[in-house]
């Protein structure tokens, strides 16, 4: 099969209309989003026309090496001509047993379990801390995300994404991110078999104040209650430590990994954990099996994880990521004072956000209520669709109903991107400090398809 000439001449968004997420047509089509990508290097997308586009969503924290790394694509061609006995099942993978040791040196926690994506990871942390300690409750965050099967959804902390799926699991606390007088009711009665935090929020990127994390795990150690960092987007590098957990020296008892684990080729997955749960889920010969996954340990997602693990040492991506995204951060910063929509900017390493707010001014406020009247969240569509438009620069709304942009840079970005992202955030808000203007005509436009979308509904 030649896959350039089976995709030539076909039309992508007829396809997806027909046979995928007719929904996700559409809104790519009504924020122009539908850029015919054909090709992409690095942080770079290019359209038909050779534009070249700076990806600042990397695939939702997927592409932290970038799209195409040559060191990941030489792995995995290396795993292809190696007619190596994959996934026999009745026997051990070695490219595994590499990875698990590669990923506890970097982790302190001894044992791997490898899993296909982000929630599976999830959903085996709930398992191993339920059968571990024999509790069933678990406490977690709003507006926490940890994916989107039944038992991660259940420990989601937000309604847009449970809404309409029936009873969830029974047991799960939810408390405020940030609140350990709430964190500490909720384990009072040592009965809770574990926390799981994401240790950034990524929905609207929060981060918690220095104390949060060290007391939290303290509090769960007091009352026998796991700590579960979910690390799936903020670790392996993304905030400028390899675990994010890291800058603030907590030490939890399991980390969930994906997303850029495999260096965007392969889905997978991880969850690092002490060996005492491990030994707790696996405590017989005959319950060997009892957890798994078919395709966990295959050897393509396993050489990509090594390679992608070489390629975060050998390009000092974790400095990088610091680098860069203090810099980006100082930048952003100057911008508070001098631009009323832009309420606070935040982030740690290259996980960025950019919080839009009421202005103080009447004319801007009566253009800001224009918007949030229609849709709550809105305002900042008036920044991703021209930093896309005008810039180039792919970037997303942080979550639903927030006036939060949010910027996840691959780890790879370089001085001459970071001033062309600064550049670009910069012009672009002054642009929409400007009203009457073509932004605003814009959002007169986004406001009336909202109004139009919620009458239909
Ligand atoms: C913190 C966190 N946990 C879990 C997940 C779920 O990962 P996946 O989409 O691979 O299932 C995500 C995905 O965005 C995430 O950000």
């Known amino acids: 099969m030649d896959v350039a000439e089976l995709i030539a001449g076909q039309d992508r968004f007829a396809l997806h209309e027909r046979h995928l997420n007719h929904q996700m047509v559409r809104v790519l089509r009504t924020i122009g989003f539908d850029v015919d990508y054909v090709r992409a290097e690095g942080p770079y997308l290019f359209d038909p026309q050779g534009n070249r586009y700076l990806d600042l969503l990397s695939g939702w924290g997927v592409f932290a090496l970038g799209r195409n790394h040559p060191a990941i694509i030489a792995a995995l061609e290396s795993v292809l001509r190696s007619n190596l006995a994959h996934l026999v099942q009745m026997d051990l993978s070695t490219l595994a047993g590499i990875l698990a040791q590669r990923l506890a040196a970097r982790t302190g926690l001894e044992k791997a379990f490898f899993c296909s994506s982000g929630t599976e990871a999830v959903e085996t942390a709930l398992k191993i801390a339920r059968r571990s300690t024999n509790r069933s409750k678990v406490i977690y965050c709003e507006r926490g995300f940890h994916g989107l099967t039944l038992g991660s959804l259940s420990v989601n902390g937000d309604e847009y994404?449970?809404?309409?799926?029936?009873?969830?699991?029974?047991?799960?606390?939810?408390?405020?991110?940030?609140?350990?007088?709430?964190?500490e009711r909720a384990l009072a009665g040592n009965d809770v078999a574990a926390f799981i935090f994401e240790p950034i929020i990524g929905h609207g990127v929060f981060i918690p104040d220095d104390d949060y994390l060290p007391e939290a795990a303290r509090l769960c150690r007091k009352h026998g209650a796991l700590v579960i960092a979910d690390e799936v987007q903020t670790g392996l590098g993304r905030t400028g430590r390899f675990l994010a957990v890291e800058h603030w020296g907590v030490e939890p008892d399991m980390v969930c990994l994906a997303k850029a684990l495999s260096g965007g080729f392969i889905p997978s997955g991880a969850v690092m954990m002490r060996p005492k749960l491990f030994n707790a889920l696996f405590d017989r010969m005959e319950r060997a099996a009892v957890h798994g996954s078919t395709f966990s340990?295959?050897?393509?997602?396993?050489?990509?994880?090594?390679?992608?693990?070489?390629?975060?040492?050998?390009?000092?991506?974790?400095?990088?990521?610091?680098?860069?995204?203090?810099?980006?951060?100082?930048?952003?910063?100057?911008?508070?004072?001098?631009?009323?929509?832009?309420?606070?900017?935040?982030?740690?390493?290259?996980?960025?956000?950019?919080?839009?707010?009421?202005?103080?001014s009447l004319k801007l406020r009566t253009a800001w209520k224009l918007l949030e009247s229609a849709n709550e969240g809105l305002f900042c569509q008036m920044i991703t669709i021209p930093l896309l438009k005008k810039h180039r620069i792919l970037t997303q709304v942080a979550g639903s109903g927030l006036n939060v942009v949010k910027l996840l840079p691959p780890l790879i970005i370089n001085d001459a991107d970071r001033k062309w992202i600064a550049d670009s955030v910069t012009d672009v808000i002054a642009d929409?400090?400007?009203?009457p203007g073509s932004v605003w005509d814009l959002g007169k436009t986004l406001a009336g398809s909202a109004l139009k979308a919620r009458k239909a509904s």
Request: without cysteine; hydrophobic residues 50%; glycine residues 8%.
């Open 432 to 435: 929409s400090h400007q009203v």
């Open 297 to 360: 340990k295959n050897d393509l997602a396993m050489a990509a994880g090594i390679a992608t693990l070489d390629v975060i040492d050998n390009e000092h991506l974790v400095e990088n990521a610091e680098r860069m995204g203090t810099a980006l951060l100082a930048e952003f910063a100057t911008l508070v004072d001098r631009f009323e929509f832009l309420h606070a900017v935040r982030g740690k390493g290259l996980m960025l956000a950019l919080e839009f707010g009421r202005p103080k």
């Open 161 to 183: 994404f449970r809404d309409g799926f029936g009873d969830l699991l029974p047991g799960m606390i939810r408390v405020p991110f940030n609140d350990l007088p709430a964190l």
